[in-house]
T-cell receptor, first 113, second 114 residues
Framework: DTEVTQTPKHLVMGMTNKKSLKCEQHMGHRAMYWYKQKAKKPPELMFVYSYEKLSINESVPSRFSPECPNSSLLNLHLHALQPEDSALYLC????????????FGDGTRLSIL | AQSVAQPEDQVNVAEGNPLTVKCTYSVSGNPYLFWYVQYPNRGLQFLLKYITGDNLVKGSYGFEAEFNKSQTSFHLKKPSALVSDSALYFCAVFLSNTGNQFYFGTGTSLTVIP
């Protein structure tokens, strides 16, 4: 069982919809991450939160909007996505933004119609 | 550029045989190196890491890796492969001089043949 929980596991949405992905961890980790992963490719870093503050935004389009309501929760708000945004979205956490291993959730598989 | 490379997209090995998944790195300073595994429809799972110390690192599920500074390599090994080891393996490096981030290799798909 993973210690990082992501919901929903699957999401199908149209290009005009608004939806949100949710990530939760209760390990007391202070760094949380969003990654995008295409099939059989490495994860691509999207956003990093450290102590609930956004510290890295890897030039992600504004149709992706992250939010960190508290130290255990991370959301990714989606609006007006494109078909090329279809991918597996992974959330991860680590004790701090250092070289400690990241703990990954099982992801949300997103399909854009 | 600082990075890790996985030269093989696909590795096939017979069950019971030793397996090796290759990783080379190119970083300035001391590298912090990691191996992750991804099973189908799952997230990445941490296997092992090299930070400092003994060059042979032991990790989860019987995997180990050897840090070789002269060859700039960090190959993942297991003495006897299981069918359940079939998965996607990623080598990663942590870089503190570019914003404290992990950079992943391109991944190697391992198939263990019964």
């Amino acid at each position: 069982d993973t210690e990082v929980t992501q919901t929903p596991k699957h999401l199908v949405m149209g290009m005009t919809n608004k939806k949100s992905l949710k990530c939760e961890q209760h390990m007391g980790h202070r760094a949380m991450y969003w990654y995008k992963q295409k099939a059989k490719k490495p994860p691509e870093l999207m956003f990093v939160y450290s102590y609930e503050k956004l510290s890295i935004n890897e030039s992600v389009p504004s149709r992706f909007s992250p939010e960190c309501p508290n130290s255990s929760l991370l959301n990714l708000h989606l609006h007006a996505l494109q078909p090329e945004d279809s991918a597996l979205y992974l959330c991860a956490s680590s004790p701090d933004r250092d070289y400690q291993p990241q703990h990954f959730g099982d992801g949300t598989r997103l399909s854009i119609l | 550029a600082q990075s890790v490379a996985q030269p093989e997209d696909q590795v096939n090995v017979a069950e019971g045989n030793p397996l090796t998944v290759k990783c080379t790195y190119s970083v300035s300073g001391n590298p912090y190196l990691f191996w992750y595994v991804q099973y189908p429809n799952r997230g990445l799972q941490f296997l092992l890491k090299y930070i400092t110390g003994d060059n042979l690192v032991k990790g989860s599920y019987g995997f180990e890796a050897e840090f070789n500074k002269s060859q700039t390599s960090f190959h993942l090994k297991k003495p006897s492969a299981l069918v359940s080891d079939s998965a996607l393996y990623f080598c990663a490096v942590f870089l503190s001089n570019t914003g404290n981030q992990f950079y992943f290799g391109t991944g190697t798909s391992l198939t263990v043949i019964p």
